[in-house]
């Protein structure tokens, strides 16, 4: 349960948390080229990404892809994703710093568009499950939003209130999320988007976690 009154954090994992670039990039360049598309560098990948994902993949490829195209790429991504993640880890300080959150009396969570079942056991793994009241990721089809899982995962924490929340992510999708359920965010550049493409969201922008728990606790207050 939440702390009556007290500030919360929502992390993201993919790109925040979970520092997965190389296995983003990779999973994404082997979906593309499905479809006969060009490899793309980490910074080609953070000036187009966008969600909903199918938008990402029309910039890639100039028109949105069909319904068959995009099951295709989704399932070679995730194919790829899953082979790959075992190689990435923590960002550095992450454990640290969800550690120290914990301590003050504050409470924290973990919401990823990352697949529920496939989530919940690496962040056991990662020894950090404990620091988190609740850890959910996606349980529908892949590609959409974050706002509406966001809505639902605010009303299943009794006493966190969304004026004393603050997402923590890496993608416009986050601060969006947050706007939508009345809640705060700090955007992180060691993710899926460039800062020039995080600063347009009208947020804090940090370039790292320590920096955004301490933004956070500041907007929280």
């Given at each position: 349960m939440g702390m009556h009154g007290s500030a919360h954090i929502v992390w993201d994992w993919n790109g925040t948390l979970f520092h997965d670039n190389d296995a983003i990039i990779g999973a994404t360049n082997a979906a593309s080229a499905e479809l006969g598309l060009e490899p793309i560098t980490l910074e080609q990948y953070r000036a187009l990404y966008c969600v909903p994902v199918p938008k990402f993949y029309e910039r890639l490829m100039g028109r949105l892809p069909?319904?068959?195209?995009?099951?295709?790429?989704?399932?070679?991504?995730?194919?790829y994703y899953t082979e790959h993640r075992l190689g990435c880890g923590l960002t550095d300080g992450a454990a640290d710093l969800l550690a120290g959150w914990r301590s003050t009396g504050h409470s924290q969570s973990l919401l990823s568009m990352y697949g529920h079942e496939d989530l919940v056991p690496l962040v056991r793994g990662?020894?950090?499950?404990?620091?988190f009241?609740?850890?959910?990721?996606?349980?529908?089809?892949?590609?959409?939003s974050k706002a509406e899982h966001m809505v639902r995962h605010l009303e299943a924490l009794i006493g966190v209130k969304p004026g004393r929340t603050v997402v923590i992510g890496d993608a416009a999708d986050d601060a969006v999320a947050a706007r939508y359920v009345g809640a705060q965010a700090v955007l992180y550049t060691g993710g899926s988007h460039s800062r020039a493409s995080l600063e347009e969201v009208g947020?804090?922008?940090?370039?790292?976690?320590?920096?955004?728990?301490?933004?956070?606790?500041?907007l929280a207050a």
């Open positions: 069909t319904q068959a195209e995009w099951e295709l790429m989704d399932q070679v991504f995730h194919r990662f020894g950090i499950e404990a620091h009241i609740r850890v959910e990721g996606r349980t529908g089809p892949s590609g959409g947020v804090p922008v940090v370039d790292t976690l320590e920096e955004a728990v301490a933004e956070a606790g500041r």
